[in-house]
């Protein structure tokens, strides 16, 4: 199994960002997708998750109405398209996969946002 993210970096605030969540060698449909962010020096919480089939998606309050959380099981691939960034985005974005007891995370990709 790999799970990949991509597309971090460093932006403005007001920025944006779209990050990218690769699945290979699991039934990427089976699984929820989740986004989590770790601040430094923080823990990891979550900011987005979406249902296997797209029809349900929840989001942490601090982004709710910035970031949209979408996937596309035909490319076995999840979005996290992020507007409005702010320092206090910054972090090391995570993207998770659950399907009954069985998790998978990547290995991050860092968001810094600053002028």
């Known amino acids: 199994v790999q799970v990949v993210e991509s597309g971090g970096g460093l932006v403005q605030p007001g920025g944006s960002l779209r990050l990218s969540c690769a699945a290979s060698?699991?039934?990427?449909?089976?699984?929820?997708m989740s986004w989590y962010r770790q601040p430094p020096g923080k823990e990891r919480d979550l900011v987005a998750s979406?249902?296997?089939?797209?029809?349900?998606?929840n989001y942490a309050a601090s982004v709710k109405g910035r970031f949209t959380i979408s996937r596309d099981n035909d490319k076995d691939t999840a979005y996290l398209q992020m507007n409005s960034l702010q320092p206090e985005d910054t972090a090391v974005y995570y993207c998770?996969?659950?399907?009954?007891?069985?998790?998978?995370w990547g290995p991050g990709t860092q968001v810094a946002v600053s002028s």
């Open positions: 998770q996969l659950n399907w009954r007891a069985t998790t998978y």
């Open positions: 060698g699991v039934t990427f449909r089976w699984y929820v």
């Open positions: 979406i249902s296997t089939v797209a029809d349900s998606t």
